[in-house]
T-cell receptor, first 113, second 112 residues
Framework: DTGVSQNPRHKITKRGQNVTFRCDPISEHNRLYWYRQTLGQGPEFLTYFQNEAQLEKSRLLSDRFSAERPKGSFSTLEIQRTEQGDSAMYLC???????????FGSGTQLSVL | DQQVKQNSPSLSVQEGRISILNCDYTNSMFDYFLWYKKYPAEGPTFLISISSIKDKNEDGRFTVFLNKSAKHLSLHIVPSQPGDSAVYFCAARNQAGTALIFGKGTTLSVSS
C-alpha cells in the first residue's frame, strides 16, 4: 500500500474564492470518506463514496461543498465562495469495505483569510 | 449532541507507567469501537479496535476495555513510552457501518 495521498498539504485563500482538494486512495479501497477537523475537535464526517457513488452526506456539507469520485478512483472536494469558518484540516480516508478500518491521509490544511 | 465523548483533554504520564484514556458514548446502536493516534501534521493512524460483543482486546502494549452497560471504553498503554505522546481519538461505528464518529481527543504526554 502506498498510503492515502492528499494534495495540496496547505492552502491559503481569500474569502470568496473557490478551492479544490484532491485525494488519491489506497488502490483497491472502494470506500472513500471526507472528514473535517477543526482545532480542539475530532474529525467530523462530511461525506463518503462507495466506488463512484456518493452514498451519504452530512448536514455539515453545505451547498457550497461538492465532492466527486469519477470512475471510483481519486476524489475531489470543492468549496465554493469560501468563508472564514471553512478554515480547517480536511482529511480523506479510505477502506476496503464497509466494516474495515479507515486509513487516513495527512490532510489538507485550509486557511481562509 | 456529542455521541462520543472524551472528557479529559489531556493526560500526563511518566515513562514506564500506565496510561489510561477514557471514552464514553451515548448511542447503544454502536457496534464497533476504534482508537486512533494522531501526531501533529499527520492524519490519524489506527491503533486498536473492539467489537461490541467483546469486553477486551489486547495488542502488545495496548489494551482496550469495553463496558457496554456503562457505555464506556478505555485504552490502556503499558508501559508508556515517550513516542506514545500524541492525540488519541476514540471512534465508534453504528450498525449501518456508514461512518465513524469521533470524540474530541485526549492529548497524551509521556515524559522520560
Amino acid at each position: 500500500d502506498t498510503g492515502v495521498s492528499q494534495n495540496p498539504r496547505h492552502k491559503i485563500t481569500k474569502r470568496g474564492q473557490n478551492v479544490t482538494f484532491r485525494c488519491d486512495p489506497i488502490s483497491e479501497h472502494n470506500r472513500l470518506y471526507w472528514y473535517r477537523q477543526t482545532l480542539g475537535q475530532g474529525p467530523e464526517f462530511l461525506t463518503y463514496f462507495q466506488n463512484e457513488a456518493q452514498l451519504e452526506k452530512s448536514r455539515l456539507l453545505s451547498d457550497r461543498f461538492s465532492a466527486e469520485r469519477p470512475k471510483g478512483s481519486f476524489s475531489t472536494l470543492e468549496i465554493q465562495r469560501t468563508e472564514q469558518g471553512d478554515s480547517a484540516m480536511y482529511l480523506c480516508a479510505t477502506s476496503r469495505g464497509a466494516n474495515e478500518k479507515l486509513f487516513f491521509g495527512s490532510g489538507t490544511q485550509l486557511s481562509v483569510l | 449532541d456529542q455521541q462520543v465523548k472524551q472528557n479529559s483533554p489531556s493526560l500526563s504520564v511518566q515513562e514506564g507507567r500506565i496510561s489510561i484514556l477514557n471514552c464514553d458514548y451515548t448511542n447503544s446502536m454502536f457496534d464497533y469501537f476504534l482508537w486512533y493516534k494522531k501526531y501533529p501534521a499527520e492524519g490519524p493512524t489506527f491503533l486498536i479496535s473492539i467489537s461490541s460483543i467483546k469486553d477486551k482486546n489486547e495488542d502488545g502494549r495496548f489494551t482496550v476495555f469495553l463496558n457496554k452497560s456503562a457505555k464506556h471504553l478505555s485504552l490502556h498503554i503499558v508501559p508508556s513510552q515517550p513516542g506514545d505522546s500524541a492525540v488519541y481519538f476514540c471512534a465508534a461505528r453504528n450498525q449501518a457501518g456508514t461512518a465513524l464518529i469521533f470524540g474530541k481527543g485526549t492529548t497524551l504526554s509521556v515524559s522520560s
